[in-house]
Nanobody, 115 residues
Framework: QVQLVESGGGLVQPGGSLRLSCAAS????????MGWYRQAPGKQRELVAS???????NYADSVKGRFTISRDNAKNTVYLQMNSLKPEDTAVYYC?????????WGQGTQVSVSS
């Protein structure tokens, strides 16, 4: 059974930082491309950042220079370090694992940025 379990969300003030984690089980983690998506109320889910199985990263323009995605294959975990958070970063953040036609999602973790 495949499971992606996100953690690390919460409420933070503008300018603050959070680190999201996604622990994967049931997949051969190192060969999967991993990603973080987010969905704000009334909006479509969007890609925030991704990291390929060989470590190549990609970021949405809105988070470039503020967010960093990384992975630890020994721990089957992908991370999203979020700095300089803005109110518009408020959303449910989802972890994604993809390889060819196999795509898996986590249950999401809420990130709220507010003073």
């Amino acid at each position: 059974q495949v499971q992606l379990v996100e953690s690390g969300g919460g409420l933070v003030q503008p300018g603050g930082s959070l680190r999201l984690s996604c622990a994967a089980s049931g997949i051969f983690f190192s060969i999967y491309d991993m990603g973080w998506y987010r969905q704000a109320p009334g909006k479509q889910r969007e890609l925030v950042a991704s990291i390929s199985s060989d470590g190549n990263t990609n970021y949405a323009d809105s988070v470039k220079g503020r967010f960093t995605i990384s992975r630890d294959n020994a721990k089957n975990t992908v991370y999203l370090q979020m700095n300089s958070l803005k109110p518009e970063d408020t959303a449910v953040y989802y972890c994604n694992a993809a390889r060819t036609v196999r795509v898996y999602w986590g249950q999401g973790t809420q990130v709220s940025v507010s003073s």
